[in-house]
């Protein structure tokens, strides 16, 4: 399991600069959100994605993964019933895959709450309805790009589409593709499920349900920076045989934006370190 920093921790940086500081902190890999590359994501071509990989690959680093995939351009919607805006929001998703694709990243990762949300006046049953139809367009796409597209289970206080491992696995079976999966967010997990994230981990890794793994604490702060478990996540992970990314995904820089980044790493590495010394 390697580490990744998700780079709008960084965003105040010069991407060069993030590269350098993510790499001197130790993490193997960025995930990119679309939205701190350009004002406007959807000028971003295969062009700009091989020089963002190789700037990455000059200071150690692959691009692991992509997310906060709808933030810009705004007003797109996965969920809506306009009929035109749907299909311009799956283009844009598609052409996010090919970005994905292009910088050598293997994931993608779809929280985006507020684009997956009902409108007004729209029931849940018919936003979950029309945001199932776009990825089941996205995913002979995503397995084409070779990509895993991960569908996020979020918190109930950001969005009532999908919240749980067991809603968004049951969206992976029903489309039945390779290319989608779900994935585990340590703080939505343990503000939204019922059962624990290491139930979780044990339940869904094993099925092939999990392709991507963002670690943070229910405080919204990097992980080991509250009172949620790692350790137990970290070796569960191992034992079921999870081998992807171990993306740091704090919301609260505590104390500082690469005070932050710093802690994660140390804090997992440490963790991970143990548990190597246990297994020998």
């Known amino acids: 399991m390697k580490l990744s ?3 709008e921790v960084l965003r105040h940086l010069a991407f060069e600069e993030q590269c350098r500081v993510a790499a001197a902190l130790g993490y193997a890999g960025l995930e990119l959100a679309p939205f701190t590359l350009a004002a406007d994501p959807s000028t971003l071509d295969e062009r700009h994605a091989r020089h963002t990989a190789a700037v990455a690959a000059e200071h150690g680093l692959a691009v692991s993964s992509l997310h906060w995939l709808l933030v810009q351009p705004e007003g797109l919607s996965l969920s809506t ?4 805006l749907h299909a311009r929001t799956v283009d844009f998703l598609r052409h996010l ?6 910088c050598g990243a293997s994931v993608l990762v779809h929280g985006s709450p507020k684009q997956r949300s009902p409108a ?3 029931s849940v049953e018919d936003a979950l309805d029309r945001v199932v139809a776009g990825w089941q367009a996205l995913a002979p796409h995503a397995q084409a790009a070779g990509v895993v597209y991960c569908i996020e289970p979020l918190g109930p206080f950001e969005t009532p589409v999908l919240n749980t491992l067991a809603q968004a696995a049951a969206v992976v079976e029903r489309i039945g593709s ?3 999966c779900t ?27 999990i392709a991507h793994v963002q670690l943070n604490d229910r405080n919204r ?11 137990p996540v970290l070796r569960a992970l191992r034992e079921t045989g999870y081998d992807g990314w171990l993306a740091m995904e704090p ?4 104390p500082d934006a690469v005070g932050c980044a710093a802690f994660s790493a140390g804090y997992v590495r440490g963790l991970l370190q143990a548990l190597d010394e246990v297994s020998t």
Not at 97 to 102: L, M, N, R, S
């Open 5 to 7: 920093l998700c780079n």
């Open 120 to 122: 007004r006046g729209q």
């Open 97 to 102: 895959i090919d970005y994905a694709a292009a």
């Open 183 to 209: 994935m585990l967010d340590l703080s939505a997990a343990t503000l939204a499920e019922r059962e624990d994230p290491v139930t979780l981990v044990r339940r869904h890794v094993p099925a092939g349900h």
């Open 251 to 254: 919301f609260d820089y505590h």
């Open 178 to 180: 390779p290319a989608l």
């Open 221 to 231: 702060r990097g992980p080991g920076q509250g009172d949620t478990p790692v350790l």
């Open 81 to 84: 019933p306009d009929a035109a």
